[in-house]
């Protein structure tokens, strides 16, 4: 199994960018995926997760209207648009198989800041 | 919002007994999942549905639940234990993920 997030990097407040998250070693499309985030020197915080068909979308308050999960089964994908970005956005974020998190990706360090 | 709750921190010497716990309303209807964070590293999960460890993962590695809290046990704490340690479950509907804030053990 393997998880091989990209797409991170310096971004000014109010941008935005996607981040991708290629799977594979798994059967993708049979398992509900999920973002999570960690700020530096802070704790692990679950953003979003998807279905294994797409059909639901969960995610936490602070980025509700803001950051958008999808996938393509077809490519073994995971994405997170992430828009109108803040400060407290910054941090690392990994892809990981959702509801045990049993694998994780290495992360992607997104930066905030003008 | 549903939160996890776990103490900042926890230190014992090493071959003693760690016991981490994390408390949560939704615990007795949900599944918890424990990970070991190591520096610059991605997290690792030790312990899924409350007590099963993930083949790789040493014996000294346990889990247990009671009521509204779960607990990690470390067995004869080793220096390499040193980690911060962090709990995952669901809310009650099983719709949002959360984690508690984290451990982080010190091996004195």
């Known amino acids: 199994v393997q998880l091989v997030e990209s797409g991170g990097g310096l971004v000014q407040p109010g941008g935005s960018l996607r981040l991708s998250c290629e799977a594979s070693?798994?059967?993708?499309?049979?398992?509900?995926m999920s973002w999570v985030r960690q700020a530096p020197g802070k704790g692990l915080e679950w953003v979003a997760n998807?279905?294994?068909?797409?059909?639901?979308?969960y995610c936490v308050d602070s980025v509700k209207g803001r950051f958008t999960i999808s996938r393509d089964n077809a490519k073994n994908s995971l994405y997170l648009q992430m828009n109108t970005l803040r400060a407290e956005d910054t941090a690392v974020y990994y892809c990981?198989?959702?509801?045990?998190?049993?694998?994780w990706g290495q992360g992607t360090l997104v930066t905030v800041s003008s | 919002s549903y939160e996890l709750t776990q103490p900042p921190s926890v230190s014992v010497s090493p071959g003693q007994t760690a016991r981490i716990t994390c408390s949560g309303d939704?615990?007795?209807?949900?599944?918890a999942y424990w990970y070991q964070q190591k520096p610059g590293q991605a997290p690792v999960l030790v312990i899924y549905?409350?007590?099963e460890r993930p083949s790789g993962i040493p014996e000294r590695f346990s889990g247990s639940s009671s009521g509204t809290t779960v607990t990690l046990t470390i067995s004869g704490v080793q220096a390499e234990d040193e980690a911060d340690y962090y709990c995952?479950?669901?809310?009650?509907?099983?719709?949002?993920?959360?984690f508690g804030g984290g451990t982080k053990l010190t091996v004195v």
């Open positions: 990981a198989r959702d509801m045990a998190f049993d694998y």
């Open positions: 070693g798994f059967t993708f499309s049979s398992y509900w």
């Open positions: 998807i279905k294994e068909d797409g059909s639901e979308k």
């Open positions: 939704a615990l007795p209807k949900q599944y």
């Open positions: 549905k409350d007590s």
């Open positions: 995952q479950s669901a809310d009650s509907s099983a719709t949002y993920r959360v």
